[in-house]
């Protein structure tokens, strides 16, 4: 149980388009998803929370125009990179809080994003 | 604001021996939680092991086990009897238990490998 989805797992894009990534809670529901990026050999790099039905909470730094986030339903959140450029050419992670166990989140398996 | 260290970018352990990495972290919180997380290079996110601080008793699970020491905030943990497949970058992370928002500070990571 407990099983997290991204979709799509890599995608390379030109400069300038837009990029959406899902992350799903297959078999549980998820009022708080979180999106991390990470760079090669480094940490993960929260950059927002999303809330079921209401705005993300975006960490200082990062541009909510350019990192757009939704959380329609209690098991789907979407993270749209816009007007993508190389700099944003990363591994992002999702992650979904357990309403159960709140303490305990759950992690889908990255997106590696290449922007030309 | 809390803050999460791991000072040991890169370790390395023989198969079947044992290998203990470090954490320190630093807060203000008295209810918190303590995590390590595996990422092998798969880069799926794994929960390894997970301590509440109001408890005393050291989190074990199987070969891996946490020394937590909450009056030096200190958080290590031991991998007993080293596997190949134990091979991986590891984190270590806090999460605040009250007002809880789920949020996980992330320590920058250290990389394990296990030689056969």
Redesign the interface.
């Given at each position: 149980g407990a099983v997290v989805s991204q979709h799509p797992s890599r995608v390379i894009c030109k400069s300038g388009t837009s990029v959406k990534i899902e992350c799903r809670s297959l078999d549980f529901q998820a009022t708080t998803m979180f999106w991390y990026r990470q760079f090669p050999k480094q940490s993960l790099m929260l950059m927002a929370t999303s809330n079921e039905g209401s705005k993300a909470t975006y960490e200082q730094g990062v541009e909510k125009d350019k990192f757009l986030i939704n959380h329609a339903s209690l098991t789907l959140s979407t993270l749209t990179v816009t007007s993508a450029h190389p700099e944003d050419s990363s591994f992002y992670i999702c992650s979904a809080r357990s309403e159960v166990k709140a303490e305990t989140q759950y992690f889908g398996p990255g997106t590696r994003l290449l922007v030309l | 604001a809390q803050t999460v260290t791991q000072s040991q970018p890169e370790m390395s352990v023989q198969e079947a021996e044992t290998v203990t990495l470090s954490c320190t972290y630093d807060t203000s919180e008295n209810n918190y939680?303590l995590f390590w997380?595996k990422q092998p290079p798969?880069?799926?996110?794994?929960?390894v092991i997970?301590q509440?601080a109001y408890k005393q008793q050291n989190a074990t699970e199987n070969r891996f086990s946490v020394n937590f020491q909450k009056a030096a905030k200190s958080f290590s943990l031991k991998i007993s009897d080293s596997q190949l497949g134990d091979t991986a970058?590891y984190?270590c992370a806090f999460?605040k238990?009250t007002g809880?928002?789920?949020?996980?500070i992330?320590?920058?990571?250290t990389?394990l490998q296990v030689k056969p």
């Amino acid at each position: 149980g407990a099983v997290v989805s991204q979709h799509p797992s890599r995608v390379i894009c030109k400069s300038g388009t837009s990029v959406k990534i899902e992350c799903r809670s297959l078999d549980f529901q998820a009022t708080t998803m979180f999106w991390y990026r990470q760079f090669p050999k480094q940490s993960l790099m929260l950059m927002a929370t999303s809330n079921e039905g209401s705005k993300a909470t975006y960490e200082q730094g990062v541009e909510k125009d350019k990192f757009l986030i939704n959380h329609a339903s209690l098991t789907l959140s979407t993270l749209t990179v816009t007007s993508a450029h190389p700099e944003d050419s990363s591994f992002y992670i999702c992650s979904a809080r357990s309403e159960v166990k709140a303490e305990t989140q759950y992690f889908g398996p990255g997106t590696r994003l290449l922007v030309l | 604001a809390q803050t999460v260290t791991q000072s040991q970018p890169e370790m390395s352990v023989q198969e079947a021996e044992t290998v203990t990495l470090s954490c320190t972290y630093d807060t203000s919180e008295n209810n918190y939680y303590l995590f390590w997380y595996k990422q092998p290079p798969s880069r799926q996110m794994i929960l390894v092991i997970r301590q509440e601080a109001y408890k005393q008793q050291n989190a074990t699970e199987n070969r891996f086990s946490v020394n937590f020491q909450k009056a030096a905030k200190s958080f290590s943990l031991k991998i007993s009897d080293s596997q190949l497949g134990d091979t991986a970058m590891y984190f270590c992370a806090f999460m605040k238990r009250t007002g809880n928002t789920g949020k996980l500070i992330f320590g920058q990571g250290t990389t394990l490998q296990v030689k056969p």
